[in-house]
């Protein structure tokens, strides 16, 4: 495909060898890649999971490899589905992938999720908050402009910034590419598919293990079907139990790794340490004048100011482990019986309340969106995961919350509650 271009690889845990080309050589040495370096993927998970001291810089060389397989394959089971596309186009929106699943990332702040509730509101007129997607999609197009756009290769191939941002984003800049990204963000994605894998390995469990090699060799592409919200891939009959390995995967690494009820307690002691830090008590906007400023805050900085004796109360109780401690949770998913309970725990806690975590979060989408499986017999009957599947359907909603008192506390808090616990 490239002819003599010259390749590189990096050892990794998950594929063995991650392969790179120059062009993308060029992108992993730029400054503002290295920072992903110093960017943790989970956050404070290390306080929990000590190996869980891994990034974002590895995760995103992780998605570029598990995006290239899925899309080899898709490409060589779905010709007959894909006959429309030229040899041309499918070399394009490879290299466009690749490109877009290694700088999906790259407008992470300091220690990942746990910090994205400091992001700045959207300007009048649009809902919600940033999200590291908008300063991941604002980074490719100003700052990785010229080593992108000024590389012959791709120029060649009509591959840009601004169309690697509309991808991330899943903005029309994107063109006809936006077919493909489903493939970085939806039902079975490599960015899920990464994360898990490697989550589970640094942390030293074992729940965000599954069959990707399965899923990988069984994806394809789907016809389309004139509809506004389809998938546009889905996976031969023979995956459909490696794709609900992979629906468990993410169910029990929530529940087991991402709401451990001492790294939630850190979680938001890191928002307020950071809220103490900033100038504005939020980050920086993903504006052109602002978005390096922004950039100059990861992990370390971070650390160093609490190092410093920086970051208020919170950032004491991070140095010292000195963490709020759970002091009642509801059910995974509470029946009114049990919100009952967790309004009288509320009132008897009284000033003793220092921190509600509370969890929503659903693991499948049942709906226009369900994974089709393709069966294997000459008819090629489609039907959605959530209908073959014995339990996926059956698994609820998390609408967990976990109540947390600070340590000093804790005694008085048990006094005030034993009243409950008979009813």
Same mark, same amino acid.
């Given at each position: 495909m490239f002819g003599n271009t010259k390749t590189y690889e990096i050892r990794c845990p998950v594929y063995g060898f991650i392969h790179f080309h120059e062009w993308e050589r060029d992108i992993i040495n730029h400054k503002y890649f290295q920072r992903l370096r110093r960017i943790r993927q989970l956050g404070?998970?290390?306080l929990v999971y000590p190996g869980a001291m891994h990034t974002r810089f590895e995760h995103s060389l992780g998605v570029m490899q598990m995006v290239t397989t899925l899309y080899d394959g898709i490409i060589d089971r779905s010709k007959e589905i894909l006959v429309d596309h030229s040899q041309a186009s499918l070399d394009f929106n490879r290299m466009l992938l690749r490109l877009a699943a290694l700088l999906h990332d790259i407008g992470h702040a300091p220690f990942s999720h746990a910090s994205e509730s400091l992001f700045p509101e959207k300007p009048d007129g649009l809902k919600g908050k940033y999200t590291h997607e908008d300063?991941?999609?604002?980074?490719?197009?100003?700052?990785f402009k010229d080593v992108i756009d000024d590389n012959r290769l791709l120029y060649n191939h009509g591959i840009t910034a601004n169309k690697v941002a509309g991808l991330i984003e899943g903005s029309q800049e994107a063109e006809a590419s936006l077919y493909w990204r489903d493939l970085l963000s939806g039902q079975l994605d490599a960015d899920r598919m990464d994360y898990l894998l490697r989550d589970s390995i640094h942390a030293g469990v074992d729940y965000g293990r599954?069959? $990707?090699?399965?899923?990988?060799?069984t994806i394809i592409a789907l016809p389309v079907s004139g509809k506004e919200e389809q998938p546009n891939f889905g996976v031969n009959a023979g995956g459909f139990h490696a794709a609900e390995g992979l629906i468990l995967a993410r169910y &029990?690494? &929530?529940?087991?790794?991402y709401f451990h009820k001492t790294r939630i307690a850190y979680d938001h002691h890191l928002q307020e340490t950071l809220s103490t830090l900033l100038p504005d008590r939020q980050f920086p906007p993903p504006t052109e004048d602002c978005i390096e400023d922004y950039l100059s805050w990861d992990d370390g900085k971070v650390l160093g100011l609490l190092s410093e004796g920086k970051g208020g109360e919170h950032g004491r109780r991070m140095m010292e482990r000195d963490h709020y401690r759970l002091i009642r949770e509801t059910p995974e998913t509470p029946q009114k019986e049990d919100i009952e309970k967790y309004e009288r $725990?509320?009132?008897r806690l009284g000033e003793l309340l220092r921190y509600e975590g509370r969890a929503d979060k659903s693991w499948y989408k049942a709906d226009s969106l369900d994974l089709p499986v393709v069966s294997e017999t000459t008819d090629r009957k489609v039907r959605p995961l959530s209908e073959l599947s014995g339990f996926i359907s059956k698994i609820n909603p998390i609408q967990q919350i976990k109540l947390y008192v600070a340590i000093e506390d804790r005694d008085e808090a048990?006094?005030?509650l034993a009243p409950m616990e008979d009813y």
């Open positions: 404070g998970t290390d300063y991941s999609a604002l980074i490719t197009r100003k700052l599954y069959d $990707w090699r399965r899923v990988s060799n &029990f690494m &929530f529940t087991q790794v $725990w509320k009132e048990i006094r005030r």
